[in-house]
């Protein structure tokens, strides 16, 4: 997006070769493309543009410090266990984490299913219709997501019909050898299977089904088998089980362990509405049951309640990466990556990007074996099923104009920052492919993509910001080219905006450094994150300004002498287009007669403010012309700077065309905007003071022509409102 024409250049001149931007000699003298720097106006919009939203640019809040680092004090992961005593009653949960019985043979008892089926949430109709079915066929397969409750379910439509213990069977077992004649249980009515191992040669076939209908007819006994949605099938058609709302779940879990009127005040807290909010599994509401449980007994504090849902999630995070290939892929583990980095991001681009970054990964766990991509067969549902991300349609905003697209996110948006974390702190052995990874990613063209790198090496520097500084910021920060020293920018910049600490003060380094590499990051940096402190921003951006003076043309063959200088107008310019921009024109008003360098560094910034207008629409509404108009109205000293920098620039021959220009345009695009005439003629009257200001106005609205060539009207009308000699 960065077509976009300089506003500090006249319209009707062409850009001087000493303000062209620093050529790469060498690509040059190949015939090569420039190597020229994004404009920093354009740079900015694709911040505000492509940030995840768990970082939008310029939102005033603060990303809470449990998320992204910090002690989380409380239960720190961990999650309740075993027996829960309340009252001298005893109710019996099984938390996520612990062993299931899913995993091997044994009885289910009756007491633990009566305890199991007091906290059941009942789906309603739908699971009545499951139980009918069961009764009916004897054998029935239960399709869900992981960690949907399926096992819970399954249990629940055996003690439906009565029936009790539950015979739990191994999930290794082949379909064609359950319940063999011989069976040891062959008493037991009730039989579940949790999560049956299936593959291509070893498929679920309707013929199984019927053998084990006929077996379960002689016994007088029933199955439930549970399956996930990758489960190899043969001509059978699995009930699909989807649980009950979280809110059901919490509900039904507090009021059989506590009383009416306790279950309803939990039921009303804000911390509670917070938990539901987000998209937590049953295995995750069952267990927050527990905890409030525990806090109405005095036996877990209210920062363990305010903390669980965080905890919840890392433990999620945690589980991915933590289990073995077989179970979840690399190329799964790499799309989870790729989707917290690219989150809310167009799903075909995040998995574009996560099979690059899946084949990096293979390389470092097995260099031997080639990361192979299949190209087809991917199910894009299960796969983001998987993730606890949701797929929909929306525009996604690009150079030009909103495109629709469909986007993938995930449904908790703590999840990318909480992942990006686990995997850069908790598996290093992944970083090498992750750095070259996030070094691919910023060289690519889509300003979409460079921006998400940015901001996933903003996190990295959050969590671990020496690492992150040494093995990717500063080697991008110290690129001859622009495109990857743009990237550090806006790295360093949404760090700050997450928290990081330090950003500040590294910055004010850089711009006393003798690397014009480090300088140049260091000052476009200034110009997005100054508005926090634009008086220190301001003193840097001056001690940059200085330090040119002290440079050895020598030491920086090839460099252009304006790299700098340009950027350090860009950066006033974008301070005095942010919500500081008060404090900022005060600032520069009080500083710009100390020497020539600082009041060429006023004037280059503020008019090229004056150029900018909303969206760099051509022939939009000038965003200073309306900053003045909003003076004028409030009554605010903004006014009156604004045509003071403007008028010093009318009276400064190196500045003055570019001025010109200026007011210029404002005339042409103030045609039928509402307050824009009242406002140019109160300025316009305020430049001509004196004689020579009256002539210079004067031939500048009696020779402005428009596109058709003639004489705008309100041209006229400004030119009548001057003031007399």
């Given at each position: 997006?960065?077509?976009?024409?300089?506003?500090?250049?006249?319209?009707?001149?062409?850009?001087?070769?000493?303000?062209?931007?620093?050529?790469?000699?060498?690509?040059?003298?190949?015939?090569?493309?420039?190597?020229?720097?994004?404009?920093?106006?354009?740079?900015?919009?694709?911040?505000?543009?492509?940030?995840?939203?768990?970082?939008?640019?310029?939102?005033?809040?603060?990303?809470?410090?449990?998320?992204?680092?910090?002690?989380?004090?409380?239960?720190?992961?961990?999650?309740?266990?075993?027996?829960?005593?309340?009252?001298?009653?005893?109710?019996?949960?099984?938390?996520?984490?612990?062993?299931?019985?899913?995993?091997?043979?044994?009885?289910?008892?009756?007491?633990?299913?009566?305890?199991?089926?007091?906290?059941?949430?009942?789906?309603?109709?739908?699971?009545?219709?499951?139980?009918?079915?069961?009764?009916?066929?004897?054998?029935?397969?239960?399709?869900?997501?992981?960690?949907?409750?399926?096992?819970?379910?399954?249990?629940?439509?055996?003690?439906?019909?009565?029936l009790s213990p539950v015979h739990s069977l191994a999930r290794?077992?082949?379909?064609?050898?359950?319940?063999?004649?011989?069976?040891?249980?062959?008493?037991?009515?009730?039989?579940?299977?949790?999560?049956?191992?299936?593959?291509?040669?070893?498929?679920?076939?309707?013929?199984?089904?019927?053998?084990?209908?006929?077996?379960?007819?002689?016994?007088?006994?029933?199955?439930?088998?549970?399956?996930?949605?990758?489960?190899?099938?043969?001509?059978?058609?699995?009930?699909?089980?989807?649980?009950?709302?979280?809110?059901?779940?919490?509900?039904?879990?507090?009021?059989?362990?506590?009383?009416?009127?306790?279950?309803?005040?939990?039921?009303?807290?804000?911390?509670?509405?917070?938990?539901?909010?987000?998209?937590?599994?049953?295995?995750?509401?069952?267990?927050?049951?527990?905890?409030?449980?525990?806090?109405?007994?005095?036996?877990?504090?209210?920062?363990?309640?305010?903390?669980?849902?965080?905890?919840?999630?890392?433990?999620?995070?945690?589980?991915?990466?933590?289990?073995?290939?077989?179970?979840?892929?690399?190329?799964?583990?790499?799309?989870?990556?790729?989707?917290a980095a690219f989150d809310d991001g167009p799903y075909a681009?995040?998995?574009?990007?996560?099979?690059?970054l899946y084949a990096r990964l293979q390389e470092t766990a097995?260099?031997?074996?080639?990361?192979?991509?299949?190209?087809?067969?991917?199910?894009?549902?299960?796969?983001?099923?998987?993730?606890?991300?949701?797929?929909?349609?929306?525009?996604?905003?690009?150079?030009?104009?909103?495109?629709?697209?469909?986007?993938?996110?995930?449904?908790?948006?703590?999840?990318?920052?909480?992942?990006?974390?686990?995997?850069?702190?908790?598996?290093?052995?992944?970083?090498?492919?992750?750095?070259?990874?996030?070094?691919?990613?910023?060289?690519?063209?889509?300003?979409?993509?460079?921006?998400?790198?940015?901001?996933?090496?903003?996190?990295?520097?959050?969590?671990?910001?020496?690492?992150?500084?040494?093995?990717?910021?500063?080697?991008?920060?110290?690129?001859?080219?622009?495109?990857?020293?743009?990237?550090?920018?806006?790295?360093?910049?949404?760090?700050?905006?997450?928290?990081?600490?330090?950003?500040?003060?590294?910055?004010?380094?850089?711009?006393?450094?003798?690397?014009?590499?480090?300088?140049?990051?260091?000052?476009?940096?200034?110009?997005?994150?100054?508005?926090?402190?634009?008086?220190?921003?301001?003193?840097?951006?001056?001690?940059?300004?200085?330090?040119?003076?002290?440079?050895?043309?020598?030491?920086?063959?090839?460099?252009?002498?304006?790299?700098?200088?340009?950027?350090?107008?860009?950066?006033?310019?974008?301070?005095?287009?942010?919500?500081?921009?008060?404090?900022?024109?005060?600032?520069?008003?009080?500083?710009?007669?100390?020497?020539?360098?600082?009041?060429?560094?006023?004037?280059?910034?503020?008019?090229?403010?004056?150029?900018?207008?909303?969206?760099?629409?051509?022939?939009?509404?000038?965003?200073?012309?309306?900053?003045?108009?909003?003076?004028?109205?409030?009554?605010?000293?903004?006014?009156?700077?604004?045509?003071?920098?403007?008028?010093?620039?009318?009276?400064?021959?190196?500045?003055?065309?570019?001025?010109?220009?200026?007011?210029?345009?404002?005339?042409?695009?103030?045609?039928?905007?509402?307050?824009?005439?009242?406002?140019?003629?109160?300025?316009?009257?305020?430049?001509?003071?004196?004689?020579?200001?009256?002539?210079?106005?004067?031939?500048?609205?009696?020779?402005?022509?428009?596109?058709?060539?003639?004489?705008?009207?309100?041209?006229?009308?400004?030119?009548?409102?001057?003031?007399?000699?």
């Amino acid at each position: 997006m960065s077509g976009e024409p300089d506003p500090r250049q006249p319209a009707d001149e062409e850009q001087s070769p000493a303000a062209a931007p620093a050529v790469h000699t060498d690509e040059a003298a190949d015939g090569a493309p420039a190597d020229r720097p994004q404009d920093a106006w354009a740079a900015r919009r694709d911040l505000e543009d492509h940030a995840p939203r768990s970082m939008a640019f310029g939102a005033e809040t603060r990303l809470a410090g449990g998320v992204l680092g910090g002690v989380n004090h409380g239960i720190g992961g961990g999650f309740f266990h075993g027996d829960v005593h309340v009252d001298a009653r005893t109710h019996v949960h099984y938390g996520f984490g612990a062993l299931s019985a899913a995993h091997s043979s044994g009885e289910i008892r009756a007491a633990m299913l009566s305890g199991i089926a007091a906290c059941f949430a009942d789906p309603g109709p739908a699971f009545t219709a499951l139980v009918e079915q069961l009764r009916e066929e004897r054998v029935l397969v239960l399709s869900g997501p992981r960690s949907s409750g399926r096992r819970t379910a399954a249990l629940m439509l055996l003690h439906r019909l009565g029936l009790s213990p539950v015979h739990s069977l191994a999930r290794d077992t082949s379909p064609h050898a359950l319940l063999p004649e011989s069976d040891d249980d062959a008493g037991a009515q009730g039989h579940l299977l949790c999560d049956l191992e299936t593959d291509r040669n070893k498929p679920l076939r309707d013929v199984d089904l019927l053998a084990l209908r006929d077996r379960l007819g002689r016994r007088d006994a029933y199955l439930v088998i549970t399956i996930g949605p990758t489960a190899c099938l043969e001509d059978v058609r699995p009930r699909p089980w989807q649980p009950p709302a979280p809110a059901d779940v919490l509900a039904a879990h507090l009021r059989a362990r506590l009383d009416e009127d306790t279950a309803a005040d939990l039921l009303a807290l804000p911390v509670v509405a917070e938990f539901l909010a987000r998209d937590h599994q049953p295995r995750e509401t069952s267990a927050f049951a527990s905890v409030l449980v525990e806090h109405t007994a005095g036996n877990a504090s209210g920062e363990d309640v305010g903390n669980f849902s965080l905890a919840a999630l890392e433990d999620q995070v945690r589980e991915w990466f933590e289990e073995d290939d077989t179970v979840l892929h690399l190329r799964e583990k790499s799309f989870l990556i790729a989707l917290a980095a690219f989150d809310d991001g167009p799903y075909a681009l995040t998995a574009e990007v996560s099979d690059r970054l899946y084949a990096r990964l293979q390389e470092t766990a097995d260099s031997q074996l080639p990361a192979a991509v299949p190209v087809f067969g991917t199910h894009i549902g299960r796969r983001l099923q998987r993730a606890r991300a949701l797929r929909y349609e929306a525009d996604e905003p690009t150079e030009w104009g909103p495109v629709r697209q469909v986007k993938a996110a995930f449904r908790d948006d703590r999840t990318s920052l909480v992942l990006l974390r686990e995997v850069w702190t908790g598996h290093p052995s992944a970083r090498p492919a992750l750095v070259q990874w996030l070094q691919e990613l910023a060289k690519d063209g889509r300003p979409l993509v460079r921006t998400r790198a940015s901001s996933t090496v903003a996190v990295l520097a959050h969590t671990d910001l020496p690492s992150a500084m040494a093995l990717v910021i500063e080697p991008w920060a110290a690129s001859p080219l622009y495109g990857p020293r743009t990237v550090a920018v806006h790295a360093l910049a949404l760090a700050h905006r997450i928290g990081t600490p330090n950003v500040p003060q590294i910055l004010d380094a850089w711009c006393d450094s003798d690397a014009l590499h480090l300088r140049w990051v260091a000052i476009r940096t200034h110009g997005l994150i100054g508005p926090e402190r634009p008086v220190e921003t301001l003193a840097a951006l001056r001690t940059a300004a200085h330090r040119e003076d002290r440079d050895d043309p020598e030491e920086a063959p090839g460099q252009d002498d304006g790299e700098l200088g340009e950027a350090l107008a860009e950066s006033v310019e974008l301070l005095l287009l942010s919500t500081a921009n008060d404090q900022v024109l005060d600032e520069l008003l009080r500083t710009q007669e100390r020497d020539r360098r600082m009041r060429t560094l006023a004037m280059n910034g503020f008019l090229g403010a004056c150029g900018r207008t909303e969206r760099g629409a051509p022939k939009g509404r000038p965003i200073v012309l309306d900053w003045y108009a909003t003076s004028l109205t409030t009554h605010t000293p903004a006014a009156t700077g604004i045509r003071s920098l403007m008028r010093t620039a009318l009276n400064d021959r190196d500045h003055r065309k570019h001025a010109l220009d200026v007011l210029s345009r404002w005339v042409l695009s103030a045609e039928g905007v509402p307050g824009a005439e009242s406002a140019l003629s109160h300025l316009l009257s305020g430049l001509a003071v004196d004689e020579q200001e009256r002539r210079r106005i004067s031939h500048l609205l009696r020779t402005l022509t428009g596109d058709d060539g003639t004489q705008p009207p309100l041209a006229n009308r400004l030119l009548a409102a001057l003031p007399l000699p």
